[in-house]
C-alpha cells in the first residue's frame, strides 16, 4: 500500500470498475496537496465507466476534504449521487453523506455576462426607477398609516414616539449647535473681507441672516440628520429583521407600520424644524460672535440691524422645509431598513446608501423649493 503521508489518493481497476483509494490524513489543513493530487488522477477519473470510492485506509477526513473530493469526482463527469462508498468507517461516511447531501447548493453561479457601458447605464437606470417607485410605495404606505392616527389616535405607540423625541431631538443638539454656530462663524469671516473693502460691514448682518435662516440652516441640519437618524433607523430595523424581531412583531398581532416606522416618522417629522431653529440661532450667534471680533461690529448693532435685515418670512420659509426634508428622511431610512437581506453585510451596504440617498433627496427638494419659491416671488 502506498505511504499514506505522501500519496493520499490513487486508483485501482478490478473487473472494469475503477476504485479511488483513499488514505491517511484528509483534513482542511493539507486541502492543497489533496487537490493536487486529485487533479492528476482527474484524466483518468474521466474515462471511468463506473466508479467506488474506498476510504479503508483512511484515518481522518472532515467536511472541507470530503467537500473537494466530491467537487473534483462531479468536475470529472462521476454522478455523484450514485457513487459507491466502500470500507469507510462509520463516522468518516457519515461526514461524507453529509457533505454529498449538500453538494448541490455549493454549485457555483454563473458568471454574468459583463454589460457594454450602454447596456450598463441602462441597467443603473432601470434599478433607480424601481429604487424609486419602492420609495414611493413605501412614502404612500406611511402616509396612509399616518392617516389612520388622525381616525384612531389612540393606536399611536406614545412610548415608542417619546423614546424616539429623546434619540433624534435631544441628543441631536448639541452637534447642531456646534457645525451651524461654526458655519456662521464662517460665512461672517467670508462675507466681510469683502464688505470692509468697501466700508459695508454693516451688511454681512444681512448677509448672514437671510442666507442662515433660509438655506443654510435648514441645509445644514437635514444633512446632518440624513447622515445620523436616517443611518440610525436603516440599522435598527434592518438588525430587527435581521434578528427576526420584526417577524416576532408580525406574529404577536401587532402592525408593524404603526410600531416601528410612524413612531420614527412623526418624531423626525416634529424635532427637525426646532433643530432648524436651534441652528438658526446658533448660526447667528456665531456670526455676530465673529463681526464683534473682526469688523467691530458690537452685538447690540448686530441685533439692531437683525431686526431690520430679517423679515420674518425668510426663517419660516426655513422652518416649513424641515418637516419636508423629514418625511423623506425617515422614509428613505425606515424602508432601507425593511428590506435588508439575511446577513449582516445588507445591513451596512444598505446603511450607506440610505445617506447618500438621504443628502441627495434634501438636495433635490430644497432645489425644487428653490423654484417654486422663486416663482411664487418669495
Request: glycine letters at 10%; one cysteine or more; proline letters at 4%.
Amino acid at each position: 500500500m502506498p505511504d499514506p503521508d505522501h500519496r493520499r489518493c490513487w486508483l485501482e481497476e478490478h473487473d472494469g470498475t475503477v476504485t479511488l483509494n483513499l488514505g491517511g490524513r484528509w483534513g482542511v489543513d493539507k486541502l492543497r496537496g489533496l487537490d493536487a493530487q486529485l487533479g492528476q488522477l482527474t484524466a483518468a477519473l474521466r474515462q471511468s465507466p463506473a466508479m467506488a470510492v474506498d476510504g479503508s485506509a483512511l484515518q481522518q477526513i472532515d467536511t472541507a476534504a470530503a467537500l473537494l473530493l466530491l467537487q473534483r469526482l462531479r468536475d470529472a463527469g462521476i454522478a455523484i449521487d450514485g457513487l459507491a462508498l466502500r470500507g469507510f468507517q462509520p463516522h468518516h461516511q457519515r461526514i461524507v453523506e453529509v457533505v454529498r447531501e449538500r453538494l448541490p447548493d455549493t454549485a457555483a453561479a454563473p458568471r454574468g455576462k459583463r454589460l457594454s457601458l450602454l447596456a450598463g447605464f441602462g441597467k443603473a437606470c432601470a434599478d433607480t426607477g424601481k429604487l424609486l417607485a419602492g420609495h414611493v410605495e413605501f412614502l404612500g404606505r406611511t402616509l396612509t398609516e399616518m392617516g389612520r392616527l388622525v381616525v384612531r389616535p389612540r393606536i399611536l405607540r406614545v412610548h415608542e414616539l417619546f423614546a424616539q423625541f429623546g434619540q433624534v431631538g435631544v441628543n441631536a443638539v448639541p452637534v447642531v449647535a456646534l457645525v451651524t454656530f461654526l458655519i456662521g462663524v464662517v460665512m461672517a469671516y467670508m462675507l466681510g473681507l469683502q464688505a470692509e473693502k468697501y466700508g459695508a460691514n454693516i451688511f454681512v448682518v444681512d448677509g448672514v441672516a437671510l442666507g442662515m435662516t433660509r438655506e443654510f440652516s435648514p441645509l445644514i441640519v437635514a444633512t446632518i440628520m440624513a447622515g445620523r437618524s436616517g443611518a440610525a433607523f436603516t440599522a435598527q430595523l434592518g438588525t430587527m429583521k435581521l434578528t427576526e424581531e420584526i417577524d416576532a412583531i408580525a406574529t404577536l398581532g401587532l402592525d408593524v407600520a404603526q410600531v416601528l416606522v410612524v413612531p420614527r416618522v412623526l418624531a423626525l417629522i416634529i424635532t427637525l424644524p426646532l433643530l432648524v431653529f436651534v441652528g438658526d440661532v446658533a448660526g447667528i450667534v456665531g456670526a455676530m460672535v465673529m463681526a464683534q471680533s473682526t469688523l467691530d461690529i458690537s452685538p447690540q448693532t448686530f441685533v439692531d440691524r437683525l431686526h431690520v435685515a430679517l423679515n420674518p418670512r425668510h426663517y419660516l420659509i426655513g422652518l416649513a422645509k424641515a418637516p419636508v426634508f423629514a418625511l423623506f428622511i425617515a422614509v428613505i431610512g425606515c424602508r432601507m431598513g425593511m428590506s435588508v437581506g439575511r446577513d449582516t453585510r445588507s445591513i451596512g451596504i444598505n446603511t450607506t446608501s440610505t445617506v447618500v440617498q438621504g443628502i441627495v433627496a434634501v438636495i433635490l427638494v430644497d432645489a425644487v423649493f428653490a423654484v417654486v419659491l422663486q416663482g411664487l416671488g418669495l
